[in-house]
């Protein structure tokens, strides 16, 4: 499925199984704004992608937003941070106040610490200065988040599982419709449909975690064999 298809999914729910709820937008770049926030929730329920990316630092700039150019990919969640080959260290700013007051005002450095806040995404403690830039990007492990639909490329395949792809559209025409729903029987029928987009979502989530197990235990067993 593709974009244009989705946006056809989007158009035809709203004609058709929402009746008289609306009205509902008509523009495409409206559509698919709502279609990106569906995709988005949908992959935060699924769990859908933890990797490995880098982040490219610059000289004195100590916050990297998750969605930003320096990133690989646009983060949803940051697990662990690398530079030089070690492992920094998770820091939340009032554990900095405490354990070196004055962190905010430091001379740019090697980084040694992180926090990551929703405002400004990953913060470096200390900003890197210009030999730590040369010594190259930081690794970053975590969750992220699929890549953003654009009207640029209408026809291009969705990078998502397939038997969560119906539901991008399903979920898009829920949050398009809701400030619109004022009647108990509208409501229930757009609770019905987040649920049954949700769902979906939760199922992947469950049969991706059954993969790990099954894929694990082989190598569980031969450690303890080896033991």
Known sequence: MNLTKLIERFRALTAYDLDPIGPFPLEDDAIVDFLNEAQNELARRAKLW?????CHLTVGKAAYPLTGPTFDCRYLRIDAVRYDGEELRRA???????????????EPGSPKSFHVTSAEGL?????????AVLNGPIEVSGAYLPPILSLEEPTQELDFPTELQPHIATLAVVIAAEPQATEPSQRVRLDRMRAEALGAAARVRDAQEAERVVFLKPALGKSALAV
């Open 50 to 54: 933890t990797d490995n990316g880098r």
């Open 92 to 106: 939340a700013p009032w554990e900095l106040d405490r354990r070196f007051p004055g962190w905010r005002r430091a």
């Open 123 to 131: 913060v470096l403690v200390p900003a890197p200065s210009g030999s």
